[in-house]
């Protein structure tokens, strides 16, 4: 069988097919995703790709649950934040540091 792997956080993800892949990029990276209901349509999206694989829709409900956890490891560096509260904390935190060497 051919696949690949993505990672998402701390987690190696072998997606059930190319178009769930394409699915979970968009959900982690918020492409196309603007309310709760894009979330849960693009969760049955994965849902349906992983039940045409072969696993049942209980079995689906768990992968799924499985990559939101995934999505949930995955720590945003602080000089990538977009707030600027971050920002001026990792600039205080790095002046600190600096000072304490």
């Not at 982690?28 to 849902?47: K, M, Q, R, S």
Request: glycine share 6%; net charge negative.
């Amino acid at each position: 069988m051919n696949s690949f792997a993505m990672i998402f956080g701390h987690c190696v993800w072998i997606p059930p097919s190319p178009k769930a892949a394409l699915v979970a990029l968009s959900l982690f990276f918020g492409i196309g995703i603007n309310t709760e209901p894009d979330i849960a349509a693009g969760e049955a999206v994965l849902a349906s790709q992983y039940v045409s694989a072969g696993k049942t829709q209980i079995e689906a409900q768990k992968e799924v649950a499985a990559l939101n956890a995934c999505f949930g490891t995955y720590e945003v560096p602080p000089e990538n934040r977009n707030h600027p509260k971050d920002a001026d904390l990792t600039r205080l935190q790095n002046t600190q540091t600096s000072n304490s060497k």
